[in-house]
């Protein structure tokens, strides 16, 4: 490889390509260094959700990034287009959270008091209001949650998009490359060590998603980032039979695709790296589905897929300078919003490593050794 590149991106997911593209933007010389290709795992199995009022349900540094990120799509998706011709398919038609029963309906109303100081457009629908919007609706739901912003992307798109826009502003992807450690002299970062040999830069981000904890440990720390398995299915109508997705607490979502596929998901397994599809997960899904629609029971079957999100201890992402390696950096664990997050985090990673960081207490809240202060 030419020695004129000087920051190293590890993992080709939604993550480094969007750091990618926000440094090579800033004119620095980029490589995405990536295992196997670009958007081949949690990034291309999302739903591709924007849910940042739907899945995050306090105040705080998250909630502030999902925000900011969410606000930045409708311009992100022409941006993306001038540049690689890809088009992400940003919808944004809202989202209804559901409320099953009159006990979760109190919850959800409860919700829509702390979700109206950022968005005063959310409204609660009652069950004739509800299903006025969503007439496929089950008879059987109590109401939801109207949130008009919550919209979606298709994941694997968005990423491509970010990583050939990275291409435009002259990174290179280095694909069918396997990080094995690093390469560092006197507390400062010098290259990674790849099963194709070893690469020379003054600054690596490790964006290796649910991989992450393996790979930092060759630099001396913990970053406590475990995978959680979410497996999928989607299915086609022969017309149109929602318009916004419905979303079921955590328990199921169906998100209608531009292309007439409706995405049903998620599971939620712990601990594991396998990406086969069960059964039991599909048929979980769908018994949660049908009774949320039960039309979909007579819809053609389209595909099924699975992989894993980068889940941390406390559910927030890390993303922040190594402790003690300086030129060594870290944006992981975005477990069930890595799509939404990935234009903030593009951003704030790619300010930080170019020492420009202009929201440095929103970063701070994300820092890589807040798990230890938490312990002592
Ligand atoms: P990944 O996409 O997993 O990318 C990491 C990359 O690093 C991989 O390509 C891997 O091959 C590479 N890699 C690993 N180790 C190495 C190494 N040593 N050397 C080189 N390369 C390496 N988020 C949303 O916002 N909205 C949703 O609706 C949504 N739905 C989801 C549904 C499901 C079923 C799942 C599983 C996830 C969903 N998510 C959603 C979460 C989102 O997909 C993730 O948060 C996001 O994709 C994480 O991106 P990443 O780049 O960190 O990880
Ligand atoms: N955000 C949806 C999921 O992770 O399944």
Same mark, same amino acid.
């Given at each position: 490889?030419?020695?004129?590149?000087?920051?190293?991106?590890?993992?080709?997911?939604?993550?480094?390509?969007?750091?990618?593209?926000?440094?090579?933007?800033?004119?620095?010389?980029?490589?995405?260094?990536?295992?196997?290709?670009?958007?081949?795992?949690?990034?291309?199995?999302?739903?591709?959700?924007?849910?940042?009022?739907?899945?995050?349900?306090?105040?705080?540094?998250?909630?502030?990034?999902?925000?900011?990120?969410?606000?930045?799509?409708?311009?992100?998706?022409?941006?993306?287009?001038?540049?690689?011709?890809?088009?992400?398919?940003?919808?944004?038609?809202?989202?209804?959270?559901?409320?099953?029963?009159?006990?979760?309906?109190?919850?959800?109303?409860?919700?829509? /008091?702390?979700?109206?100081?950022?968005?005063?457009?959310?409204?609660?629908?009652?069950?004739?209001?509800?299903?006025?919007?969503?007439?496929?609706?089950?008879?059987?739901?109590?109401?939801?949650?109207?949130?008009?912003?919550?919209?979606?992307?298709?994941?694997?798109?968005?990423?491509?998009?970010?990583?050939?826009?990275?291409?435009?502003?002259?990174?290179?992807?280095?694909?069918?490359?396997?990080?094995?450690?690093?390469?560092?002299?006197?507390?400062?970062?010098?290259?990674?060590?790849?099963?194709?040999?070893?690469?020379?830069?003054?600054?690596?981000?490790?964006?290796?998603?649910?991989?992450?904890?393996?790979?930092?440990?060759?630099?001396?720390?913990?970053?406590?980032?475990?995978?959680?398995?979410?497996?999928?299915?989607?299915?086609?109508?022969?017309?149109?039979?929602?318009?916004?997705?419905?979303?079921?607490?955590?328990?199921?979502?169906?998100?209608?695709?531009?292309?007439?596929?409706?995405?049903?998901?998620? /599971?939620?397994?712990?601990?594991?790296?396998?990406?086969?599809?069960?059964?039991?997960?599909?048929? /979980?899904?769908?018994?949660?589905?049908?009774?949320?629609?039960?039309?979909?029971?007579?819809?053609?079957?389209?595909?099924?897929?699975?992989?894993?999100?980068?889940?941390?201890?406390?559910?927030?992402?890390?993303?922040?300078?190594?402790?003690?390696?300086?030129?060594?950096?870290?944006?992981?664990?975005?477990?069930?919003?890595?799509?939404?997050?990935?234009?903030?985090?593009?951003?704030?990673?790619?300010?930080?490593?170019?020492?420009?960081?202009?929201?440095?207490?929103?970063?701070?809240?994300?820092?890589?050794?807040?798990?230890?202060?938490?312990?002592?």
């Amino acid at each position: 490889m030419e020695k004129s590149f000087d920051v190293a991106i590890i993992g080709g997911g939604i993550i480094g390509s969007s750091i990618a593209y926000q440094l090579a933007k800033k004119g620095r010389k980029v490589v995405i260094i990536e295992k196997e290709r670009v958007a081949c795992q949690a990034s291309s199995a999302a739903a591709g959700m924007l849910a940042a009022q739907a899945e995050l349900e306090q105040d705080g540094p998250l909630f502030q990034l999902a925000l900011k990120s969410q606000a930045m799509f409708s311009t992100l998706a022409s941006e993306l287009f001038e540049y690689t011709g890809i088009d992400i398919e940003y919808e944004n038609k809202g989202m209804v959270k559901i409320a099953e029963t009159e006990e979760i309906a109190l919850e959800v109303k409860k919700q829509i /008091t702390f979700q109206k100081k950022w968005d005063p457009t959310i409204t609660w629908l009652d069950a004739s209001e509800v299903r006025l919007l969503e007439p496929s609706l089950s008879p059987s739901v109590a109401g939801g949650m109207y949130l008009p912003h919550d919209g979606h992307v298709q994941p694997a798109k968005l990423t491509q998009a970010f990583a050939k826009a990275a291409e435009h502003f002259g990174a290179k992807i280095c694909e069918d490359t396997e990080v094995l450690s690093f390469v560092y002299e006197n507390g400062q970062v010098k290259g990674v060590t790849t099963s194709k040999g070893v690469i020379h830069f003054e600054q690596v981000v490790v964006a290796t998603g649910a991989w992450a904890a393996k790979l930092m440990q060759e630099s001396g720390i913990d970053i406590p980032v475990y995978p959680v398995k979410g497996e999928c299915f989607s299915i086609r109508t022969e017309r149109p039979i929602i318009n916004t997705t419905i979303f079921s607490d955590k328990r199921c979502y169906l998100v209608p695709k531009r292309n007439g596929e409706i995405y049903i998901g998620a /599971t939620m397994i712990e601990n594991t790296f396998d990406t086969k599809v069960t059964p039991e997960g599909i048929a /979980t899904l769908i018994e949660r589905a049908t009774q949320l629609v039960p039309q979909i029971k007579e819809a053609a079957w389209e595909r099924v897929w699975a992989g894993v999100r980068p889940q941390t201890g406390d559910g927030i992402p890390y993303m922040g300078e190594h402790p003690s390696l300086r030129g060594l950096f870290v944006a992981t664990g975005h477990f069930r919003n890595g799509i939404l997050l990935s234009p903030m985090t593009g951003e704030l990673v790619a300010d930080l490593v170019s020492g420009r960081l202009l929201d440095q207490e929103l970063l701070s809240a994300f820092h890589l050794e807040r798990h230890k202060e938490k312990v002592s």
